[in-house]
């Protein structure tokens, strides 16, 4: 087990989205026919993953063939919210100064952590949290929301969290041009195009 889980630690979770557009096999293999190998699977379908969601704990991704890429739109489009990653190079917010440091004084099915953090509700939602102690020191989880309570995580995480463990979490961002602003003094790298006109605005001619 403690092998498994410092394997574990030295490939930090990444987030969810990194399954999007992943491919797939679907194939038949009769498992008495040893050993296996590649060139005795019959292939009945691939393609790749689009939607990827955790659902009641459940991994649901939705399959989409190879015909499905002739649909897909290329190149960068106009949207309203950023295309930057929060903290990549296009972004430049050094996102290191915007986390805090804290410790888990309750935890509710190893999902929602219970812990005093000072800045306002929803200041971590779509954030990070990276554990400093406990079983998932090094381990790092994508943040749902924050309430000003209590952190939800994503997923829950790969191993128990104990009251104690300490953690660092990183400020989340919604990809809005308010919020790029407001929060971070960073609109002049904003990716988007918050002010096209969309279509109630040109229906009532504003």
Partial sequence: ????????ASHPIRPLSCL?????????????D????????????????GEVRIEGGKFIGEIRGLTQQ????????YQTSCRANLGDSKCGVNISTYKETSTVTNIV????IYATLTNASEYFNGGKITFKSGLNNGLSYEVKSWDGVKLE???????????GDTFEVFVGCDKSIKTCQDRFGNAINFR???????????????
Avoid: D, H
């Fill in 70 to 77: 002739l649909q897909n739109k290329v190149g960068v489009l």
């Fill in 20 to 32: 999007q557009s992943a491919m797939f096999l679907i194939g038949e293999l009769n498992w008495a």
């Fill in 109 to 112: 099915e190893n999902i929602y």
């Fill in 34 to 49: 040893t050993p296996y190998s590649w060139s005795k699977v019959n292939i009945k379908r691939k393609g790749k993953l």
């Fill in 153 to 163: 995580l994503q997923i829950p995480a790969n191993y128990k969290i104990n009251v």
């Fill in 192 to 206: 988007g195009e918050p002010f096209i006109p969309v279509t109630s605005t040109i229906v009532n001619g504003g």
């Fill in 1 to 8: 087990v403690s092998q498994s889980r410092y394997r574990q």
